[in-house]
């Protein structure tokens, strides 16, 4: 008895689900109203049952005047669900598919913001970053006037100092782990990625300091040649940082670099 129940009531929700008006919706053969509730649902802003109209749609749009529409509507449908991935390769299907549009600009610049907002934070892995910055960078060279363009320059430069503050944290995680050679590479990576940083000067400074302590820890045969590179690196931050915050500690490094190089050549 119980079991018939049960059974009675498992088919009875299937029954209501089978009634429920985004089931009834995607079960319509009329294409054109089907198009009508997507739409409906989308100005609704019910992002999820859109997208699954829309979804349904797009194999059966093709050569149809509202094909555009539907795979643009369906591309933000994935970027309001902060389904950022998809909304950004949808994005760019559309605007390779009909780079006549008038969607088209804004298409690419949503490809391209679609990817900034899947960045990770600065602490993870940057690919994202990257990819965002090229996708980004390739919209303002194709649309140099566009509406968007200010933005998406503000938006360059706010991705280039996440990758800026991940370079410079993975330097000072190299030197606080002591891994000394692999800080120094860097800081390296650094100056020549970020030669205007407002962290140069503190860089410049854990560079020559990690290269010390590179020298020190080195074998016989490789530390004249080590600390004679401390010596350059100090040279550098004394040459362009007169002035430096660091500099009493950089000229003791300095002072021992000199007394182990003299041990060193008797």
């Known amino acids: 008895?119980?079991?018939?129940?049960l059974r009675l009531f498992v088919v009875?929700?299937?029954?209501?689900?089978?009634?429920?008006?985004?089931?009834?919706?995607?079960?319509?053969p009329d294409i054109n109203e089907k198009y009508q509730f997507a739409l409906e649902f989308y100005e609704n802003e019910d992002y999820?049952?859109?997208?699954?109209?829309?979804?349904d749609l797009l194999p059966n749009m093709a050569g149809k005047a509202e094909a555009?529409?539907?795979?643009?509507?369906?591309?933000?449908?994935?970027?309001?669900?902060?389904?950022?991935?998809?909304?950004?390769?949808?994005?760019?299907?559309?605007?390779?598919?009909?780079?006549?549009?008038?969607?088209?600009?804004?298409?690419?610049?949503?490809?391209?913001?679609?990817?900034?907002?899947?960045?990770?934070?600065?602490?993870?892995d940057q690919s994202n970053t990257t990819k965002a910055i090229e996708t980004m960078q390739d919209f303002m060279n194709r649309?140099?006037?566009?509406?968007?363009?200010?933005?998406?320059?503000?938006?360059?430069?706010?991705?280039?100092?996440?990758?800026?503050?991940?370079?410079?944290?993975?330097?000072?995680?190299?030197?606080?782990?002591?891994?000394?050679?692999?800080a120094v590479i860097a800081c390296d990576?650094?100056?020549?990625d970020f030669p205007d940083s407002e962290l140069k000067e503190e860089v410049s400074f854990i560079k020559m300091e990690a290269q010390y302590e590179y020298a020190k820890a080195s074998i016989y045969t490789m530390k004249i040649e080590r600390y004679e590179e401390t010596m350059e690196y100090y040279y550098y931050l004394v040459d362009r940082y007169p002035n430096s915050e660091y500099m009493k500690m950089a000229e003791s490094y300095f002072k021992n670099t000199q007394r182990e190089l003299y041990d060193?050549?008797?």
Request: charged letters at 20%.
């Open 68 to 124: 555009e529409n539907v795979q643009f509507y369906y591309s933000y449908c994935q970027y309001y669900q902060n389904q950022f991935d998809l909304a950004a390769y949808y994005f760019k299907q559309f605007y390779d598919t009909y780079r006549r549009s008038d969607f088209a600009e804004e298409a690419l610049y949503m490809h391209a913001y679609s990817n900034y907002k899947a960045t990770p934070d600065y602490n993870l």
């Open 48 to 55: 999820y049952r859109a997208g699954l109209v829309f979804e």
């Open 143 to 182: 649309f140099p006037k566009s509406s968007y363009f200010e933005k998406a320059g503000s938006i360059i430069n706010e991705l280039r100092g996440l990758l800026e503050k991940k370079a410079y944290s993975i330097a000072k995680q190299y030197h606080r782990l002591r891994r000394y050679q692999a």
């Open 264 to 266: 060193l050549n008797p």
């Open 189 to 192: 990576n650094f100056q020549k």
């Open 1 to 5: 008895m119980k079991k018939n129940v």
């Open 12 to 28: 009875g929700l299937i029954w209501l689900a089978s009634c429920s008006p985004l089931t009834r919706v995607l079960k319509n």
